[in-house]
């Protein structure tokens, strides 16, 4: 289940809720005041690979020494 985070409009608190797919169109009640005014924030995504030369580098292929068909 994908981890999503609100923010309530009414006292401002912001939350993280655990909801699956099917139901992620709903809007949770704030945990702190209750209130039904909340709305999704938009996320960050974080990477946590990365690339040393910003190329994508390929491993040896058993289809010959250039790595195309013979």
Avoid: H, W
């Avoid at 580098?57 to 013979?70: A, I, L, Q």
């Amino acid at each position: 289940m994908p981890l999503y985070e609100y923010r309530c409009n009414e006292c401002g608190d912001e939350f993280e809720k655990r909801v699956s797919f099917s139901e992620s169109d709903r809007i949770p009640a704030c945990p702190k005041c209750e209130s039904q005014n909340t709305q999704k924030k938009l996320s960050r995504v974080i990477s946590l690979g990365t690339l040393s030369s910003g190329t994508v580098s390929s491993s040896s292929s058993s289809c010959g020494s250039r790595g195309g068909f013979s």
